[in-house]
């Protein structure tokens, strides 16, 4: 059977179920179908908007806040991307020396070998040791690569072995 032909039947059974029904009767069924309809609207479009509208309220504070701290980092990259970039002194024999020198370390050995230096402490404050190692990132981009570290029975105090390495200009 054709949608029509089914639309037609349908439309005939339906009015002669409503012909059946007395006047109170169709009054009941439609307040009960206008509810439904209402009922159906309410849970499908007001409720959700309702919902979202709430949730969204909640989110824009943190949103904007968000927003203002995106635009301030945006700024300051802005700023820092026109800063000329800074050499970074060399990684040499010399150099390593002289920073262990001025923090108070002095190294059993020392090999530094282009972009890579070996270095061996003996019984020397780990404290001073982080702090030197934190200079020497800082100063000349220099890191750890390698360690071996050892504690010893007095506090403080370590045996390290370290193998550095410096970051290329870029």
Do not use: C
């Amino acid at each position: 059977m054709n949608p029509a032909g089914t639309l037609k039947l349908s439309y005939q059974m339906f009015s002669e179920f409503w012909a059946r029904r007395n006047v109170r009767e169709r009054a009941i069924l439609t307040v009960a179908a206008v509810v439904m309809v209402l009922a159906l609207i309410y849970a499908l479009l007001i409720a959700p908007a309702l919902t979202g509208r709430k949730q969204l309220s909640s989110d824009l504070p943190l949103l904007r806040q968000q927003v203002a701290q995106m635009q301030a980092l945006s700024k300051q990259a802005e700023a820092l991307s026109g800063m000329p970039v800074t050499a970074v002194t060399a990684m040499t024999r010399e150099y390593i020396e002289a920073s262990l020198v001025h923090h108070g370390l002095k190294p059993q050995s020392l090999l530094v070998t282009g972009d890579h230096a070996k270095v061996q402490l003996r019984s020397v404050s780990f404290s001073g040791t982080l702090y030197w190692l934190g200079e020497m990132q800082k100063s000349a981009r220099i890191s750890v690569a390698d360690a071996s570290i050892v504690a010893l029975d007095q506090p403080d105090r370590i045996d390290a072995t370290l193998t550095l390495r410096q970051a290329r200009n870029e």
